[in-house]
């Protein structure tokens, strides 16, 4: 798959953005690793002769989370579950008064297979240095990285004391049809 340089508008209908978390604590057991999705986002690439000459920007709707389903393969989410995992992950990450993420590349390496972006996201009122992985894949593209809640002012959902908390960590992916 190549690439043609120039300036690409993308959206939801081109792909897919989802974020990934986990659960920790004594109770993980009884709680979900969750599989989230941003059915509102936009992302404009920029794409030179080389790699190197790659711009990315993403702005993501948080108000748009839904719930995508479990990660764990056999564990479903009930639909009362669902509502009240996406009311405490909207309070969680403040979505009223924080609605937006953004991350803009500052620099582009690697190869069209396999780029290295390096850039800034903003989460939460807060930006912080990010870096993200991109690989070619049969259908397209496959954007991943790591958030650390706890790295932008936000506290991880905890419940019961501590003893089922959601990762601070939170993967995220993102795959594109171009």
Request: no cysteine; aromatic share 6%.
């Amino acid at each position: 798959m190549s690439l043609t340089p120039g300036t690409h508008a993308l959206t939801q209908d081109d792909g897919e953005l989802i974020l990934l978390t986990t659960v920790e604590g004594r109770a993980a057991r009884l709680g979900h690793a969750l599989a989230l999705r941003i059915d509102r986002w936009t992302a404009s690439l920029t794409v030179g002769q080389e790699p190197s000459a790659t711009a990315l920007e993403v702005s993501a709707d948080l108000r748009s989370l839904t719930l995508k389903g479990s990660r764990d393969a056999g564990k479903s989410v009930a639909e009362k579950d669902a509502r009240e995992i996406l009311a405490n992950a909207q309070k969680t990450l403040q979505v009223q008064q924080y609605p937006e993420f953004r991350f803009v590349s500052t620099a582009a390496t690697g190869t069209w297979e396999a780029v290295t972006l390096e850039g800034n996201l903003t989460l939460h009122g807060q930006t912080r240095p990010q870096v993200l992985q991109v690989a070619l894949t049969e259908s397209g593209y496959r954007l991943t990285g790591q958030v650390t809640q706890s790295d932008f002012g936000i506290k991880p959902y905890s419940f019961m004391m501590g003893a089922l908390k959601v990762g601070d960590r939170v993967d995220v992916e993102v795959t594109v049809r171009l």
